[in-house]
């Protein structure tokens, strides 16, 4: 059985349970063989912000995964040079599978916001040659219809899917944020996540978060 690779991919700063639920249904759903979850180590979308180190966004993952069999973690991007472009990651991915004789299809896994700037990607219509893309609708934000799809990606519909049964509730930004000011964030993390931030004192005296408005 040709069962599919989830690649979910972000800056994860922190994750947290929206991030988990995301994999999660995209494993159900597609049936997928397993999720990798790809810290992003330069995210080119924040040049010129502060993002935390990634070695300790790494260590988040790894705390946040642990115990699913379902879910592993990849450090590809960290132990690449430059900024963390996904193109490079889905053909070094698609590279070393075939390398190994392994020809399962990749699943870049969105949410329908980050969709919605993948025209602006680095090289979007190379990574729909290597992965297709699984998006998850957000409340209060557009789920772009067929012929969104056909403007921007014209002849490559049938590379999208969407994933139903829930909604992402909460965003990296607003924990951040919640965090700096001292606010604990059990049961909007994984507990080994929140005691990790608290016991690292992450994201506080940070006054620049609390002014930061709740977004992805």
Known sequence: MN??????????DPIHD?????????????????????PAARPPHKVGHRVTDPEIRCRMVELAIAGNPAFELSRIELERPGLSYTIDTLRA??????SRGASAELTLILS???????PEWEDPTGILDVARVAALPRPGTPTPDRAWLRRHFPGREDRFLYLDGFHLSH???ELRALAARG??????VPD????????????????????ERPSE
């Open 3 to 12: 069962r599919g690779i989830g690649i979910l991919g972000g800056t994860f």
């Open 18 to 38: 929206g991030h988990l639920a995301l994999g999660q249904a995209a494993f159900d759903l597609l049936g997928l063989e397993h999720v990798l979850f790809v």
């Open 93 to 98: 991915l698609a590279a070393e599978r075939a």
């Open 112 to 118: 329908v916001e980050s969709l919605l700037g993948l």
């Open 171 to 173: 965003a990296s930004r």
């Open 183 to 188: 606010r604990s964030l059990r049961y909007l």
């Open 192 to 211: 080994a996540v929140a005691d990790y931030i608290r016991r690292e004192a992450l994201y506080r005296g940070r006054p620049e978060l609390i002014l």
